[in-house]
């Protein structure tokens, strides 16, 4: 039978200690070597050389001593000062930028509103990177100090390639953005990521997820995204692809043929119906300056009929596919976020409504559905997140995987 490769099992055992740091310090050896499930020594192997590479950092408490020797305890923590790195975010309407630090403390961060589906790519990647290196500078730091830079978008993305197959952000398929960003940020390697997958990482280190390593995050913004945490892992694809679940075939409201659920329950499809349906100058105005949404949230606090059915049957769309991911996963949290749920209960009570309609008596209470507002600065937050978490399992010094060529 053959053996496991000693050096990724060493990689994988420094990114669970490194985790378990980030997660629970300031945390003695011993919890850490609980919590991973990892031996007394390679604990403590694996935070020396930590502590030799400047990683993480010690104090004592001296109320807290040990009981075999009766000396303070040594907690450790995270160094903050060990990296830095920046997480963006691209909406249709604005860019937002975080810079972080090695535990993901927001030093500053920016916004920036544009309306980025009217700009071609390279005038999208050259305002990233104006507002990277502005963030950058606004936390006293310089670009020869940032080790990373994550940029979550919503759509279909490869992430191994840093190729975005399919965004609303984009007016082209196929766009190797990871590639444009790093040739102009001077050799600071860029990543990209499905804003989902970013939020659902946000989630699990700082967001209502804490603690939990399955459940899944759905989020409704002009696409539908689905992010996937299992056994404390982010699911993906061949390549890192993301799911979309806007892609997911449902029966439409007339209850003929089938249909994509982002054609139904979208923000994107959402807006497209209400201009529709709705008539007057006052109405035609909101949407042409971008604020259709904020006009059906308007309308939908005073029941307008048309807005309301409207919502039901996204809402009624979004239950059926989520009930299935619910029999699918059986996750004990689905997190619902994005821009759409700012319509409150006309749409999510039909959602959850239709959730427990379809759900098998033996499912219908292990999961807890939660609406969770995330502002757009979390997100980046979440993004910058995505590449400390790279960076974690990353050789280093003394503890990483040898580079294989």
């Not at 409704?220 to 061949?238: D, K, P, Q, T, Y």
């Not at 692809?241 to 209850?255: A, F, K, T, W």
Request: hydrophobic share 45%; glycine share 10%.
């Amino acid at each position: 039978m053959k053996t496991a490769d000693p050096e990724l099992m060493r990689a994988i055992n420094r990114f669970h200690v490194m985790d378990a740091i980030r997660r629970f310090g300031p945390i003695a050896r011993v919890e850490i070597s609980d919590r991973t499930e990892l031996s007394a020594t390679t604990v403590s192997a694996i935070t020396a050389a930590l502590l030799d590479d400047g990683l993480i950092i010690t104090h004592q408490l001296g109320g807290i001593r040990d009981a075999a020797r009766g000396r303070p305890r040594v907690m450790l923590e995270l160094n903050p000062a060990a990296a830095y790195v920046v997480g963006v975010k691209l909406a249709p309407d604005q860019i937002t930028i975080a810079t972080t630090n090695f535990r993901a403390d927001v030093l500053s961060s920016l916004m920036l509103p544009i309306r980025l589906q009217r700009q071609p790519v390279s005038v999208i990647a050259d305002l990233v990177e104006d507002g990277i290196r502005r963030c950058i500078t606004d936390a006293g730091l310089t670009m020869d100090q940032i080790s990373g830079v994550c940029i979550g978008l919503p759509g279909v993305v490869e992430r191994v390639a840093g190729i975005c197959r399919a965004s609303p952000i984009f007016g082209e398929n196929d766009v190797p953005f990871a590639a444009e960003l790093t040739a102009r940020l001077g050799g600071v390697v860029a990543t990209i990521d499905s804003d989902v997958n970013l939020v659902t990482l946000a989630e699990h280190w700082f967001g209502q997820a804490r603690g939990l390593d399955d459940f899944l995050v759905i989020s409704v913004e002009l696409g539908l995204g689905l992010g996937i945490m299992h056994n404390g892992e982010l699911f993906r694809g061949a390549n890192g692809l993301s799911p979309d679940l806007g892609d997911l075939m449902v029966r439409p409201p007339s209850g003929n043929g089938s249909a994509r659920l982002a054609s139904v329950a979208s923000e994107t499809s959402i807006l497209a119906e209400a201009r529709a349906c709705l008539t007057g100058t006052e109405h035609e105005h909101a949407f042409r300056l971008g604020r259709g949404m904020e006009k059906v949230v308007e309308l939908a606090t005073t029941r307008e009929p048309h807005i309301m059915a409207l919502l039901e049957h996204a809402g009624e769309a979004l239950g059926f596919a989520i009930a299935n991911l619910i029999t699918l996963f059986a996750p004990p949290k689905v997190i619902l976020a994005g821009a759409t749920l700012a319509a409150g209960d006309a749409l999510v009570e039909p959602l959850r409504r239709t959730v427990g309609e379809l759900l098998p008596p033996s499912l219908a209470d292990v999961a807890d559905i939660v609406v969770h507002h995330w502002s757009d600065d979390i997100w980046a937050r979440g993004a910058a997140a995505m590449t400390l978490r790279d960076l974690y399992g990353a050789p280093w010094n003394t503890t990483g995987p040898a580079v294989h060529r």
